[in-house]
């Protein structure tokens, strides 16, 4: 037989390998045993390779080993790059069905470059998205994303738009985890792009799945909504029913995320519909456990467990043991927040019993960690700190570095409730140093406030008052940081009604209600705004009262007289600023409705503007600010009212004292100006932009300068002091420039003294 009929035989086995595997085995066998007769080594190889091929679609793994091991031999002989290639991709594929991912990754990485070589590109591109997927899976972000991008790279070369798409996707997929959320959305949007020229709806439905979650994890809900609810109407086009299920929860996510637990519920029911009229248990199952997690937010912790308890039902049914450990946790977890103790640790105990069965050593790791938390509950230290020592010694070897982190936590407080303080100490500095490097920021303001205990008790008051402060610091940034959350979604709320609103607009085409609606939203989202104001400016100062007062209470005997004056100094300092809070919304908030009554007093502006600078001198000393008084050579008397005047010379110093640089100066003028008598403040800070200009005066208006001095603000103060103004008939001038500080300005109505020479006139 000639070389050409085996090449002839070999080409015909690999061809029926899909459809005839024993033909194609018989086939091959021939080819290879008629090539080792002439010693046609090449033919020998391509044998063995297709030999090596089917045992592995056969799961013959030692059979494709030996197979593809022997081809090796003949193509690192020869130097013939095609037979090599194809020897690397069995070889990998071999070694990735083995569970060796690090040796399939090296064959397919020697195979794409022997490809490119052979100027095979849409193959090459086709190995490094094997390589991605393998890396993605085996956790290696980094190195996947790498891989997908040289895949890309050839694609783009071949002009494959539906394997671009699908890259982009992944990519976008891998930005997201890796926490780039610019680079992600800009992977998925263009995968989008392609993807609705191509008509590909089923890969329309996958990236929009993915840019949704994208849009979720930033807290962008609305456009999240979006991206879900089109995956919907293409799922049920399709009769993709699992796909619909899954987009219905996703919905259900975000809405409960938004705390909308009613719709929240509405599309978790819809999913389970559709898993149950479509036999899918499993989807069925994963339903269950969102609907219980919504009633465990809701703290209906009966229905909660009811849900999960059909849930385990389920997966038991199933066989699925892994999904079983981790329903029987999520009870141990309700149980847990019901502080139902016993029961708490029946469950889980249940659960770790079945993840060491299965080896699952991350299921293992949390659980262990959960029971910890209940001794601790339950004031079983030692009890706490076995679980605790468990779950932290699996977390290393898995390097879970949160994990490992919440586990030394758990141990070092154990350690503290036990009074093994020297112990406690090193554990939770370790937890300390673990925390930092991750950024776990509600772990870190925890471990402080225990180390604060812990040196409180062995007596060294700085170090204890030390981590009390950064306890109280971070703990501010974990609160504001749930503020900012908060008020995303209340944002995304609003974004939501006020879509569905613009719609039903449209549909009935009435002008009237048009305009009515947009003063509505206008008046609603002014009201949002002042209530997260509230609940974010108020709440800060409160924290640090509340820290201040716990410190004291700690140890009323052990804070040194000059110290507790800074504390007290603090708090005084503090409640002004709550007052300038609440000062400035409800101004606000009584000029918008109409409330407030003004009345025409006779005041001295030289005298007034003297007592509200008395009132700065302390707060600009603090920052290193001198402040200029330039008062009118003759008296000035003004007609307006006295206190919305206060008001609006306090909001204007204020202003400048919170926005200058240290070591500068703030100048308060008072002059005349024709019939009027001119307030003017002008300060050494940033300035304002052009864009700054036009806003400046707007209700929370933002602008691009930031307070020199941590302070916080309202964005109130400059519009109060505007609506006021123009209430007594003053007028309010600013003049900036970026870079050369600002200058604000209020021109009052002069009033006339009486002459004291004049007679009184006779009764």
């Known amino acids: 037989m000639t070389t050409d009929q085996i090449d002839a035989l070999n080409a015909e086995a690999w061809q029926l390998c899909d459809s005839n595997r024993h033909s194609a085995r018989r086939i091959a066998e021939r080819a290879r045993d008629c090539a080792h007769a002439i010693a046609y080594l090449v033919g020998v190889a391509r044998g063995n390779l ?28 020869s130097d013939n790059p095609a037979l090599q290639l194809d020897t690397q991709v069995v070889l990998a594929r071999v070694a990735q069905q083995r569970g060796f991912h690090d040796t399939a990754v090296q064959h397919y990485q020697a195979a794409a470059t022997l490809a490119e070589a052979l ?11 094997r390589i991605g997927g393998m890396r993605m899976h085996s956790g290696m972000l980094r190195e996947a994303l790498e891989a997908y991008r040289e895949s890309l790279r050839l694609v783009e070369h071949t002009h494959n738009q539906r394997d671009e798409a699908s890259l982009l996707n992944n990519m976008g997929s891998l930005c997201s985890r890796l926490g780039d959320t610019t680079a992600a959305l800009e992977y998925l949007r263009c995968s989008m792009a392609i993807r609705r020229t191509l008509e590909d709806k089923l890969g329309l439905v996958h990236t929009l799945n993915n840019l949704g979650l994208v849009y979720e994890n930033t807290g962008m809900y609305s456009d999240a909504l979006v991206c879900y609810g089109e995956c919907l109407q293409l799922a049920h086009a399709l009769g993709d029913s699992h796909s619909e299920a899954c987009g219905h929860i996703n919905m259900g996510v975000v809405h409960q995320q ?5 719709r929240a519920f509405e599309c978790f029911f819809k999913s389970l519909t559709i898993a149950q009229a479509s036999n899918n248990r499993e989807s069925e199952a994963s339903c269950l456990n969102n609907i219980a997690q919504v009633f465990v937010e809701t703290n209906d912790f009966a229905s909660a467990r009811e849900h999960l308890k059909q849930s385990l039902t389920l997966h038991q049914a199933l066989g699925d043991k892994p999904g079983e450990a981790i329903a029987l946790g999520n009870i141990g977890g309700v149980y847990h927040r019901a502080r139902d103790y016993p029961m708490a640790l029946t469950y889980l105990l249940e659960s770790l019993a079945i993840s060491r069965a299965l080896a699952d050593e991350h299921t293992t790791a949390n659980t262990l960690c959960d029971i910890g938390s209940v001794h601790l509950a339950l004031e079983d230290c030692a009890s706490a700190i076995a679980a605790y020592q468990q779950s932290l010694d699996l977390a290393r070897t898995l390097h879970a570095r949160r994990r490992e982190a919440e586990a030394l936590l758990g141990i070092g407080t154990a350690q503290v409730c036990s009074g093994a303080l020297d112990e406690a100490l090193a554990t939770l500095g370790a937890a300390l140093a673990c925390a930092t490097q991750l950024g776990a920021k509600d772990v870190l303001y925890k471990t402080h406030a225990r180390l604060a205990q812990v040196h409180e008790a062995q ?5 204890a008052l030390h981590h009390q402060r950064v306890f109280h610091d971070i703990k501010e940034e974990v609160y504001n940081a749930k503020s900012d959350e908060t008020l995303r979604k209340l944002q995304a709320i609003h974004g939501v009604e006020n879509a569905r609103r613009e719609a039903e607009i449209y549909r009935l085409k009435n002008v009237e209600l048009a305009q009515l609606n947009a003063t509505l939203s206008r008046l609603v989202n002014e009201k949002n705004e002042l209530l997260s104001i509230a609940a974010h400016d108020l709440r800060n100062p409160l924290t640090v009262i509340s820290s201040i007062a716990g410190l004291i209470e700690f140890d009323p005997a052990g804070i040194a007289p000059v110290e507790l004056d800074d504390h007290m100094k603090t708090i005084a300092k503090t409640v002004d600023r709550m007052l300038e809070i609440i000062t400035n919304l409800l101004t606000s908030d009584a000029i918008e409705q109409g409330l407030m009554t003004l009345h025409n007093d006779v005041v001295d502006l030289n005298q007034m503007a003297r007592d509200v600078m008395a009132d700065f001198a302390e707060r600009a000393q603090r920052k290193a600010i001198t402040l200029d008084y330039q008062p009118a050579a003759a008296r000035a008397l003004i007609v307006a009212d006295a206190s919305a005047t206060r008001q609006i010379l306090d909001n204007l110093i204020s202003n400048a004292v919170k926005y200058s640089p240290a070591q500068t100066c703030v100048t308060v003028r008072v002059g005349d100006a024709d019939a009027f008598v001119r307030f003017e403040v002008r300060d050494q800070g940033p300035g304002l932009t052009e864009a700054d200009k036009q806003r400046v005066f ?26 006021l103004a123009e209430r007594m008939g003053a007028r309010v001038m600013c003049q900036s420039e970026a870079g050369h500080g600002a200058t604000f300005a209020v021109e009052f109505a002069r009033a006339h003294a009486p002459d004291p020479s004049a007679a009184a006139a006779p009764a």
């Open 50 to 77: 297709c030999l090596a091929h089917i045992a592995l679609e056969e799961g013959e793994l030692d059979h494709a080993l030996d197979f593809s091991a022997q081809a090796q031999q003949v193509a690192a002989a």
């Open 119 to 129: 100027q095979q590109r849409e193959q090459a591109a086709t190995l490094f998205k």
């Open 258 to 262: 938004m705390g909308d637990y009613p």
């Open 459 to 463: 007596g060294r008051m700085a170090e």
């Open 698 to 723: 707007g209700k929370f208006a933002r602008l691009s300068a930031k307070p020199t001095g941590g302070e916080h603000s309202t964005g109130l103060g400059l519009s109060i002091v505007k609506s």
